[in-house]
């Protein structure tokens, strides 16, 4: 029951606050150990195939080690001060590891150029959140790479985190972080990080492949609730292209919420100088515009909020069978 009450609160305390610019934050701590562990690591390991898989193996467990170690010690050193210290820093900590408001407030960022009129400046801005190349992309695609990202973070930052803090606790949602973003910073399938990455890449897959499925499913739900998106297209495009991606789990989201709004998204696109083909997500029974921003935004805060009454009720209702036994 402590679980569901830091997490309920910890998602309120982001939708108030996000993450204030300037703020210390777990994940670039997260972000500067893997940097700093991945130059000693390959200076430790030979660099030919099975060399790289050992050093990225290493990599994971011992930033996992770390993370774990850390989250618990700080909650443990809070508990042994005072029980309300230690609720509190509970509640910190969930509102840390939940993403939706820094994901909306950047990714309307993008809108506000567009609307502004200033491409450029949304270039800019998209960059900050996107990690394909920023350069390249018109008009049109710097709009469906916002969309996309808010998409597939509505799991990766919101849904799936919220998943490990309510089975987990903070201790769990932060190691899910900690996986998530070695993923996003080795986990590519390049000359880099083709082997050192794989273990990241695999374990973010595995952690991810669940919360996934029921992001899209929530996804669906809320566009059954919007006036503006439409259920039965988001249920159809996530069932036809749910798949239609290297990951087993990025193009769940994405397919609920271009059926859902009724564009294509994903298509080929460049990353690191290099052209990625890929293939399309959901129908484009019309343009995109800067407006899908707002509605998918929308839809991933009601999402959020239909995961958390689902996750609510599950742990309530557990709680009262046990109590019954």
């Given at each position: 029951m402590t679980f569901l009450l830091v997490t309920v609160a910890g998602f309120l305390l982001d939708l108030a606050v996000g993450d204030p610019q300037g703020w210390w934050h777990p994940v670039r701590s997260?972000?500067?150990?893997?940097?700093?562990?991945?130059?000693?690591?390959?200076?430790?390991?030979?660099?030919?195939?099975?060399?790289?898989?050992?050093?990225?193996?290493?990599?994971?467990?011992?930033?996992?080690?770390?993370?774990?170690?850390?989250?618990?010690?700080?909650?443990?050193?809070?508990?042994?001060?005072?029980p309300w210290p230690g609720?509190?820093?509970?509640?910190?900590?969930?509102?840390?590891?939940?993403?939706?408001?820094?994901?909306?407030?950047?990714?309307?960022?993008?809108?506000?150029?567009?609307?502004?009129?200033?491409?450029?400046?949304?270039?800019?801005?998209?960059?900050?959140i996107v990690g394909r190349d920023a350069a390249v992309l018109s008009r049109e695609?710097?709009?469906?790479?916002?969309?996309?990202?808010?998409?597939?973070?509505?799991?990766?930052?919101?849904?799936?985190?919220?998943?490990?803090?309510?089975?987990?606790?903070?201790?769990?949602?932060?190691?899910?972080?900690?996986?998530?973003?070695?993923?996003?910073m080795v986990g590519y399938k390049n000359?880099?990080?083709?082997?050192?990455?794989?273990?990241?890449?695999?374990?973010?897959?595995?952690?991810?492949?669940?919360?996934?499925?029921?992001?899209?499913?929530?996804?669906?739900?809320?566009?059954?609730?919007?006036p503006d998106c439409?259920?039965?297209?988001?249920?159809?495009?996530?069932r036809r292209d749910r798949r239609n991606h290297a990951s087993p789990n990025s193009a769940q989201g994405e397919s609920a919420c271009a059926g859902a709004l009724g564009i294509r998204l994903a298509g080929d696109a460049w990353y690191f100088g290099v052209l990625c083909q890929k293939p399309t997500i959901g129908d484009a029974l019309r343009e995109i515009e800067p407006e899908d921003i707002l509605r998918v935004n929308r839809l991933m805060y009601t999402a959020v909020v239909l995961a958390l009454t689902a996750g609510c009720a599950v742990v309530l209702a557990l709680d009262v069978f046990l109590r019954i036994l």
């Open positions: 997260i972000g500067w150990l893997v940097t700093a562990l991945e130059g000693k690591l390959r200076r430790c390991f030979p660099g030919h195939r099975c060399g790289e898989l050992a050093a990225g193996a290493v990599l994971v467990l011992l930033v996992l080690t770390a993370t774990g170690v850390a989250a618990a010690g700080v909650l443990a050193l809070a508990w042994r001060l005072h609720i509190l820093c509970m509640c910190l900590m969930c509102g840390q590891i939940f993403a939706a408001r820094s994901l909306k407030t950047e990714s309307c960022k993008v809108y506000k150029a567009l609307e502004g009129g200033d491409v450029e400046e949304a270039r800019t801005a998209v960059s900050m695609g710097i709009i469906r790479a916002a969309v996309e990202t808010v998409a597939e973070n509505a799991s990766d930052g919101v849904i799936a985190p919220l998943c490990y803090m309510l089975l987990l606790g903070p201790v769990g949602g932060m190691l899910y972080k900690a996986v998530n973003t070695m993923d996003s000359d880099r990080y083709r082997y050192f990455g794989r273990t990241a890449a695999r374990l973010d897959d595995t952690v991810n492949y669940l919360p996934a499925r029921l992001s899209a499913l929530c996804l669906v739900g809320a566009a059954f609730l919007l439409s259920g039965q297209g988001a249920w159809r495009i996530w």
